[in-house]
């Protein structure tokens, strides 16, 4: 049925026998091919697991990924690294968890392979990438990765031998806020054994708690541990439904009669069965009858934080606990809303119809339009199909497309566009579903046929296939590639843009690759099996088979082989048998159009892709082994901590001198590096480890990995250039005469570059014949047309787009030969956004605007109490703002030389007592239009936005001139102490709608602190006045003190003399009652004596004429 469609015509029928024969052969020299490959790369994988710290170095253990705080277990240790460049004072936290890395070869045991490793110089590289944050309101957009050395460590086991009999390498599991998904890549340092690169998916699993006995369990049912067969033999596959690249957690209904999912964080390396804590409600309805009951969880969704489940018509969901989305504990109490669409109005009246049926929908997020397939006639009337594009944001509805209402006659084509004049087949067309790529803009409608368009008007009709199949999902990879799942379990395969559809499944290259798998008795495979779901994951088709082996069940996720099976296909049907001599010559015929594919003049890779990356090392531990221990371990995981903490702070709106996060960590003691490098040499750092600073860094300058990056961003009018060098195959080149020339080359091998969205790109290609090489050079370039975009934040609401490079005739039959298997070529598709790329800032240059105030108003006066992070700008300077935009991932950073608007949006007199401005406030405050006497600045740049209302400026304006007039928040300020009044403003600068250099929208926020501000003409004269006052009553209390300080003194003498006069006389008489009476002359001589003696005693200090005057009297 369908080798006619999959297959071009074989040998003769004669030659039956043969061809069985040549099968054989082909397996064998295929199996042969695979032993020598394995001989010369033996087959070693890495080994990664999960560890909590209290863990590590225990052998056998394997932690969940559901902890996501961070730990207070490392900073006491960091107060012993006394001689090291790090700063006590500072707070070091860790991660709750460690990698632990190991390999494994086959028919070697794994721990002496790992301890010949270590001995060997082998040191595993991790490569940690986080996913990008999907609320972009609440983190930042960004790529960004980590990459560090594993430390060796002693397995806590015990062991006779002197050194280690066990032991592995350990890394911290960084997390990251925003991000839930993280990918761990393992690569080897290039020594000891050769292993491959390996991928592993560690994701947060926020539906995990612990309980009462601190044991470990599902927040959504309870996990069971006996995976029975009759779950899974014999059962259909379903799709695999989750949000691309986001979603943590993976699940998977569709067990018969039970209400069982499979959960799995790691992408199904391994797995848990959990029964869901639902009940299994049923409300009974006409469309719903009682009898369809079953308790099958038939649809599963995954979201970020949310799984979504239906059984029977009911639909469930849950939601994890993710601190590191919300910064709270959220668990499955969360509010999940649903909203009917269209509001007002149903899809049925807006087509005409009375009845109809939404079988489908697929939702487009870039255009805010839902796509809906639409089923019409009940009953004995015929079903027709349309296809409807519903717009959320406008509530507008539009009819796109009227699906035919049969197959057409493709008549040995493979493809035919649909125009209504072609004739038809007697086949009903069924339609189940639709599929959008958002990149390539492809559109397909799926049932027993496929549908193509890339405007949703025009639609291509694939013949290759059949009619008598019906598809039952389809499986996208989103980067070119579409798998198809029948409802007979058949497995078919599509590059977007072509119109060959292949089966892979079953078919004569299956069969070759199965018989092969169990000549190596692979684990992977059996003779009874049955397939559970087909998805992508990083562009590679995988599945989910339950095998059976010798009544044993076991569940498994394997690569599906889709090169080698369209390999195999070619080399068992396309062949050719030459008669040489008396035997038969069998030979290959390669349909590639070429034999060699490279790709050249890669661009380093970062300033498109925008990926950042950190490099982390371990502390040298100071042993003679090189083995880690706790201590050392706890000390980096608080270093890589640290590292990442102060990327994630790096966003203050004042510019460091040296643009990179870590400036800061090794500001103060790069000078000292020598000292802390000579300590370690000879063993005499403290803590037992050496922190080096050239360890922990950012990576500017990533190589190109000699293909095409992930994804490439391109800002206004950007480009992007590389070169695709093309062997031929045997001799393609043929010349051809032009006017005005003798003969120009040609080749027969061409390249086509197709762009999903050519109003907003455009492309180039320059071909060069290498006519000696027999090769061509196709130089592509890939530029933005400055057309669709306006302008938007850093990495916010980016056009999707893509571009797609074909090597003409390779789709399908072009592969390169790799120790890892055959790779195909000639199709490269690259998602292309288009706007402001993520990684941009504007910053504040606070270094520059000093020295140029400096320089332009001769002169600098900073605030009294100087602030290195805040400097101050005098009221009376004309101040001079320069800005510069920063590239986070490549390390640039230059001067801004785009327009803006400045304006003042708050301030006050001191940091505590800041307040934002209302809008009617920051026009009255900025607008040279302003009448209300209320301005704050002004400048003498004439340029005004469209309505006048705000300056625009540049890096060639003159400058601002602050004002505070009567009514602006500055007027008058009261000065907090002695010294002039100072202010606090609260800037913001936007190039957004003035500046058309750029896609990005620049906004920064920052605080200006001027001081020397003006007193008001009332409150100077009043101060004026006070203190003229004041000095006023100084000079004359002086005088008045001069003048009447004599008489003061006089008078206080007098009262003196009165006082020891009535001592004296009262003495007096005292002493004439005891002693008699006496002759007056002697007791006047007397008395005369005794108050001349008191006055002497007393008072010294008085002039000899003031006491001779008191004697006269």
Not at 530 to 552: A, C, G, I, P, R
Not at 647 to 655: C, E, G, L, R
């Amino acid at each position: 049925m369908c080798g006619t469609a999959m297959f071009p015509a074989g040998p003769p029928w004669s030659r039956v026998r043969v061809l069985q024969v040549l099968w054989a052969l082909l397996a064998v020299l295929l199996a042969s091919w695979r032993l020598w490959a394995i001989k010369d790369f033996q087959e070693c994988t890495w080994q990664v697991v999960l560890n909590e710290f209290k863990r590590v170095g225990e052998s056998g253990v394997s932690d969940s990924f559901f902890e996501q705080e961070p730990v207070d277990t490392v900073s006491s240790l960091f107060h012993m690294l006394v001689d090291s460049p790090l700063n006590p004072s500072e707070k070091y936290l860790g991660f709750p968890y460690y990698l632990k890395i190991n390999y494994s070869c086959e028919e070697k045991p794994s721990e002496d392979l790992v301890r010949m490793g270590h001995l060997t110089g082998l040191k595993p590289l991790v490569l940690v990438t986080f996913q990008s944050p999907v609320n972009f309101y609440r983190w930042k957009i960004e790529q960004l990765q980590i990459q560090m050395e594993a430390a060796p460590f002693r397995s806590k086991e015990p062991c006779m031998a002197e050194e280690v009999c066990s032991m592995s390498w350990y890394t911290p599991m960084p997390i990251k806020n925003g991000s839930v998904v993280m990918r761990v890549d393992v690569s080897s340092n290039g020594l000891g054994s050769f292993i491959p690169d390996k991928r592993f998916q560690m994701n947060i699993n926020g539906f995990l708690k612990r309980d009462q006995d601190n044991n470990i369990q599902f927040t959504v049912g309870e996990k069971l541990f006996d995976l029975m067969p009759r779950y899974f033999v014999g059962v259909s596959s379903r799709p695999l439904w989750h949000t691309v690249d986001q979603s943590p957690v993976l699940i998977l209904g569709g067990i018969p009669n039970e209400k069982y999912v499979l959960m799995t964080d790691t992408s199904f390396k391994d797995f848990s069965l959990v029964e869901l804590s639902i009940d299994s409600c049923w409300v009974g309805s006409f469309y719903c009858p009682h009898s369809g009951f079953t308790a099958t969880i038939y649809d599963t969704i995954a979201t970020e934080s949310t799984l979504f489940i239906r059984q029977n018509q009911l639909v469930y969901y849950f939601t994890g606990t993710y601190t590191t989305l919300y910064e709270r504990n959220r668990g499955s109490d969360g509010q999940v809303s649903f909203e009917m669409l269209p509001r007002k109005w149903s899809v049925c009246e807006q087509i005409g119809v009375t009845t109809c049926s939404i079988i489908w929908s697929e939702y487009i997020a870039g255009e805010y339009t839902l796509l809906l397939l639409v089923e019409t006639g009940y009953g004995n009337a015929s079903k027709r199909f349309q296809v409807v594009s519903y717009n959320t944001a406008s509530d507008d509805l539009e009819l796109l497309y009227h699906i035919p209402e049969f197959i057409p006659e493709a008549r040995g084509l493979e493809f035919l566009m649909i125009l209504g004049t072609e004739s038809y087949t007697s086949t009903a067309m069924a339609p189940k579903g639709i599929f959008c790529n958002p990149y390539n803009n492809l559109i397909f409608i799926w049932g027993n046929f496929l549908l193509q368009s890339s405007n949703k008007e025009n639609f291509i009709y694939l013949a290759d296939f059949p009619k008598e199949l019906s598809i039952k999902y389809m499986a996208r990879s989103f980067r070119g590639a579409v798998a198809i799942v029948t409802e007979t379990e058949e497995i078919w395969y599509l590059l977007e843009g072509s119109y060959r559809v292949y089966q892979l499944f079953p078919s004569k290259g299956w069969q070759v690759h199965i018989s092969l798998q169990l000549m190596q008795q692979s684990s992977l495979y059996a003779s009874n099996e049955t397939m559970l779901t087909l998805f992508y994951e990083d562009s590679k088709l995988y599945q989910l088979v339950y095998l059976m082996n010798n009544q044993k069940g076991q569940l498994v996720k394997r690569l599906m082989p889709v090169e080698q099976l369209l390999m195999y296909q070619q080399h068992t049907s396309r062949y050719d048998l030459e008669r040489k001599g008396g035997y038969l010559m069998l030979s290959f015929i390669n349909f590639c159009p070429f034999s060699v594919m490279r790709l050249r003049s890669l661009p380093r890779p970062q300033r498109y892709t925008r990926q950042e990356r950190y490099r982390a090392r371990p502390p040298r531990v100071l042993e003679r082994s090189g083995f880690h221990n706790e201590n050392s371990l706890a000390i980096y995981q608080g270093l890589v901590y640290y590292l990442l903490w102060l990327h994630s702070v790096y966003d203050k709106p004042y510019a460091d001198p040296v643009h990179d996060p870590t400036w800061r960590w090794w500001e103060n003691n790069k000078q000292d590096q020598d000292y802390y490098f000579f300590l370690a040499s000879n063993w005499r750092s403290s803590g037992g480890v050496s922190v080096e600073m050239d360890s922990y860094e950012k990576i500017y300058n990533l190589e190109s990995a000699y293909e095409l990056p992930e994804r490439i961003f391109l800002d206004k009018g950007t480009e992007y250039s590389f070169a695709i060098f093309l062997s031929a195959q045997g001799h393609t080149f043929r010349t051809q005469t032009e006017l005005g020339a003798a003969f120009q080359l040609h080749s027969q091998v061409d390249v086509g570059v197709v762009l999903a969205d050519p109003a907003c790109i455009e492309a180039s290609v320059k071909q060069e014949v290498m006519i000696n090489r027999n090769s061509v050079l196709f130089s592509i370039t890939l530029k933005d047309k400055k057309l669709c975009y306006d302008q938007g934040i850093s990495g916010h609401h980016l056009m999707k787009t893509s571009m797609t490079v074909n090597v003409v005739g390779s789709s399908g039959l072009c592969f390169q030969e790799t120790h890892r298997g055959p790779r195909m070529q000639g199709n490269l598709m690259v998602p292309v956004f288009i706007g402001c790329p993520p990684g941009k800032r504007l910053a504040f240059d606070i270094t520059y605007t000093v020295e140029y105030s400096r320089l332009k108003n001769k002169h600098y006066f900073d605030c009294v109490h100087v602030n290195p992070e805040m400097p101050c700008f005098l009221f009376r300077d004309i101040f001079y703002p320069f800005f510069l935009i920063q590239d986070l991932v490549t390390g640039d950073s230059g001067s801004f030389q785009g327009s803006y608007v400045l304006l003042v949006v708050g301030g006050g007199p001191t940091m505590d007592s800041l307040k934002d401005y209302s809008e009617d406030e920051i026009y009255r405050f900025n607008s040279p239009l302003d009448k209300t006497n209320s301005l704050i600045w002004t400048t003498r740049t004439t340029r005004t936005t469209k309505d006048s209302a705000f300056h625009i400026m540049s890096h060639e304006s003159p400058g601002i001139e602050w004002l505070c007039l009567e009514n602006a928040p500055c007027y008058d300020s009261v000065p907090q102490g002695i010294f002039a009044p100072e202010f606090f403003f609260k800037v913001l600068v936007s190039n957004r709608g003035v500046d058309t250099s750029t896609y990005c929208n620049y906004q920064l926020t920052f605080l200006l602190h001027i001081h020397g501000l003006p007193l008001s003409p009332k409150r100077a004269l009043f101060i004026v006045m006070v203190s003229a006052s004041v000095f006023v009553g100084l000079v004359i209390f002086y005088i008045a003190f001069c003048l009447l300080w004599p008489l003061v003194v006089k008078g206080c003498t007098m009262i003196r003399w009165k006082i020891n006069d009535i001592i004296a006389s009262e003495s007096y008489y005292t002493y004439a009652s005891i002693s008699g009476i006496s002759s007056m002359p002697s007791l006047r001589h007397s008395r005369m004596g005794s108050m001349f003696s008191s006055r002497m005693t007393e008072d010294r200090a008085e002039p000899k004429e003031a006491v001779e005057r008191q004697l006269m009297t």
